[in-house]
């Protein structure tokens, strides 16, 4: 959410952001609504001062034997009790209309965000490693995981229909290793873990920047007015909801959950495998700190940093991209996307994203700090995916297997598998 008052200065700006992010909004209409909303909220206020003030002098006029003017008083107070009936229901459905083209409005993107239309037009900022060159004809995950047995989906598409999938043995244990490394790497950063309630109300959605243009990726518990998250930067972020925080030192918040996203449109992209599925788990940071550019930045680097040190100790080649406007969410304002090689796709594949949303969460949440001069201030927020599977099992299997069918576990892994250096397919 942005200011209304910031969105009155700089219209241009915020309508061309709609664009470029393909967000149906009308800025002029949002302000012609505004307008509406603030004329109406005056006159209500007009007419309860005028039956309030009808109301108080009744009861002295009666105690004083002016019977007229009380009556005269009176049938004011139910002509105006007609009016406010009538203002107010107006009132109330501009208030609606208002709130909702607010939610609509879309942050606008950093001066540096490259521009473009999709993924294709992400600009590449750094990476790390070289693919590998492999002297055989290498495997896929999904061929791999059935050679190992450790990935089964067909009984995954029979528990859970389209792209279920069960994780047995070292894959399910794989898939607990780069998890826990991740929490590790981020405790030793000063993060807080916090264990999260994942069936949330709708309105912690709305203050993440979720709803209500994303609410058709999200699963809705039937009958109840929850829904179930897609990752835990939603309940992260609403800890805090209607606090006042102290943010001398940026609050660094960490959860491992399981997420959960209906992927509506994406019917035939990326069916195959682990890649795209309806349920996986995350590990995610979530920092809270003052509204100061700079510092939020620094912060954005920082955490970006923290998922980039992950796949160098899962030793897998990384580029890192700055994403485009109109791969861009409503919500951000600067983005980075980390892409890990996955050869059985012969390309980078997305496995992380960080973003900065200046304080367009804060406001939506009410998470506030006073700054140094005593004054209350919206918080900047920002997120990163320390590390999402089963995704990131694609290439930890594909880029460290070997010719003889087994796979390198990375050392950074050993400690969390047993001290397993290697995947060997069964022999019976």
């Not at 007609?82 to 501009?94: K, S, V, W």
């Not at 998890?179 to 981020?186: G, N, R, W």
């Not at 930067?233 to 909801?241: A, N, V």
Request: glycine letters at 8%.
């Amino acid at each position: 959410m942005l200011d209304i008052h910031w969105i009155r200065e700089n219209q241009t700006k915020v309508q061309e952001a709609a664009r470029l992010k393909g967000i149906p909004l009308s800025v002029e209409e949002l302000l012609a609504c505004d307008d509406r909303w603030r004329g109406l909220l005056q006159q209500v206020e007009e007419l309860r001062r005028i039956r309030n003030r009808h109301s108080q002098a009744i009861p002295g006029w009666l105690r004083e034997g002016r019977r007229a003017e009380a009556e005269d008083a009176k049938r004011e107070v139910r002509r105006v009790n007609g009016e406010l009936a009538r203002l107010e229901a107006e009132l109330d459905g501009a208030e609606r209309q208002r709130a909702d083209l607010l939610l609509r409005v879309p942050n606008v993107p950093s001066a540096d965000t490259p521009p473009g239309r999709s993924d294709a037009d992400n600009v590449e900022t750094g990476r790390w490693g070289e693919p590998p060159q492999f002297g055989f004809e290498p495997l896929s995950h999904t061929a791999l995981g059935e050679l190992h047995r450790i990935i089964d989906l067909p009984r995954g598409v029979k528990a859970a229909g389209s792209r279920g999938y069960y994780l047995r043995g070292a894959g399910a244990l794989l898939h607990r290793a780069v998890q826990q490394l991740a929490v590790d790497l981020l405790l030793a950063e000063g993060f807080t873990l916090l264990e999260v309630p994942l069936a949330l109300r709708p309105e912690a959605f709305r203050h993440a920047g979720f709803f209500p243009l994303g609410e058709d990726q999200v699963y809705r518990l039937e009958g109840e007015d929850r829904y179930l998250a897609g990752t835990s930067e939603i309940p992260l972020l609403h800890y805090y909801s209607g606090e006042t925080v102290d943010v001398t030192r940026p609050i660094r918040l960490a959860a491992v959950s399981s997420c959960f996203r209906s992927e509506t449109g994406s019917a035939g992209r990326d069916t195959h495998g682990l890649y795209r599925v309806h349920q996986f788990a995350k590990v995610e940071q979530v920092v809270l700190c003052e509204a100061d550019p700079g510092a939020a930045e620094s912060l954005l680097q920082e955490i970006t940093g923290h998922a980039q040190r992950l796949l160098r100790l899962l030793e897998l080649p990384h580029r890192t991209v700055a994403v485009c406007t109109g791969d861009m969410s409503q919500k951000t304002f600067k983005q980075y996307d980390i892409e890990t090689w996955m050869p059985s796709r012969a390309a980078y594949g997305e496995t992380h994203s960080s973003s900065h949303l200046l304080d367009f969460q804060a406001r939506r949440a009410g998470i506030r700090y006073k700054d140094g001069d005593g004054r209350l201030r919206y918080c900047y927020t920002l997120n990163n995916t320390a590390v999402a599977s089963p995704r990131i099992l694609i290439p930890l299997l594909e880029n460290h297997q070997q010719e003889d069918g087994t796979v390198r576990i990375p050392e950074a892994l050993r400690p969390y598998m047993g001290g397993l250096d290697r995947l060997v397919p069964p022999q019976d």
